[in-house]
């Protein structure tokens, strides 16, 4: 009969010196502990320490108004402006707890929200593609630049007749205002954009075979992107002011109505309430704008 077979490790063919020197086995490396809450913390500020910066210096200031406002209205202070029947921050905060139970208050916020979204809306849906066209045919230009030149110095109070006219609604008449106050600083900025496209990269896309279409998509809008984004931005603040005009004027519901109706009722704390409000909703639309254009334009940083 044959021998078995030996089974050879590999540790058979080394010499007991060589084993002996390798010692045993390094053991596995553990895994990194976590990083400590602090440490997390202290990454979030570095990173984070200029927009914090900028917030702190923006409440520091707002603080410093409303000092300024409490002190001028306290003592009623007179010194070319009058401050004698101007309200304190405490009673445009007593007022503004009022109408917060108040839901014909928070009715009038909401009508001018929609007038706005309605009215913005549709020219930026009008202003955009129109401003591209202008830009792009120089027959379109001429057509409709010289209409458009002799409308826009007209401001939003004096369509207010011609609108009752033309609609007919009240609630109509103070959308198309609303329109054409956000309308005109919407054309111009994507004309500017238009205008200020790089022509060499127009030609490198005919060179490389695209067409009129492909050409609008992939060079004229993305380069006009940053003017367009900036007439939304100024369109927005043009239509609140048209709006509350139309709204004082022609309405019977909205913010600008509940700040003229204060007016005549000698409700001064409404008065100052309304003007705020009308501040902060004009705020926080172009805040959404801005937020927006981040969203779709990544590769700008500022």
């Known amino acids: 009969m044959s021998s078995p077979a030996l089974v050879r490790h590999p540790e058979d063919s080394m010499p007991a010196t060589a084993i002996a020197e390798a010692g045993p086995a390094p053991a596995a490396t553990p895994p990194a502990a ?26 520091t200031s707002l603080i410093a108004f409303l000092l300024v406002w409490h002190l001028l209205t306290t003592y009623r202070v007179v010194f070319f402006v009058r401050f004698t029947n101007v309200p304190s921050p405490l009673a445009v905060y007593a007022s503004f707890s009022k109408a917060m139970h108040d839901p014909k208050f928070l009715m009038h916020i909401l009508l001018s929200c929609r007038r706005i979204f309605i009215g913005f809306s549709l020219a930026a849906i009008v202003g955009v593609p129109l401003g591209l066209i202008m830009g792009r045919f120089k027959l379109v230009h001429e057509i409709i630049f010289p209409v458009a030149e002799v409308l826009r110095p007209i401001p939003a109070i004096a369509w207010v007749p011609m609108a009752i006219m033309l609609w007919p609604t009240n609630e109509q008449s103070i959308v198309f205002i609303t329109f054409l106050g956000s309308f005109f600083p919407i054309l111009v900025n994507t004309l500017h954009g238009m205008s200020l496209v790089d022509p060499v990269l127009v030609r490198a896309a005919q060179c490389l075979g695209a067409r009129e279409r492909s050409i609008f998509r992939e060079v004229y809008f993305p380069a006009s992107l940053p003017h367009i984004f900036t007439g ?55 805040l959404f704008i801005r937020g927006a254009g981040r969203l779709v334009m990544p590769w700008r940083t500022t």
Do not use: C, H, K
Request: glycine share 14%; charged share 10%; aromatic share 12%.
């Open 34 to 59: 976590p990083p400590s809450f602090g440490t997390l913390a202290l990454r979030w500020y570095r990173l984070n320490r200029a927009g914090l910066r900028a917030i702190a210096i923006g409440v």
């Open 232 to 286: 939304l931005t100024v369109g927005m603040g043009v239509a609140w002011v048209s709006l509350i005009a139309a709204e004082m004027i022609s309405g019977q519901y909205g913010i600008g109505y509940f700040t003229w109706e204060a007016y005549s009722l000698v409700q001064y704390a409404d008065i100052a309430l309304g003007m705020i409000a009308i501040g902060v909703l004009g705020l926080g639309s172009s």
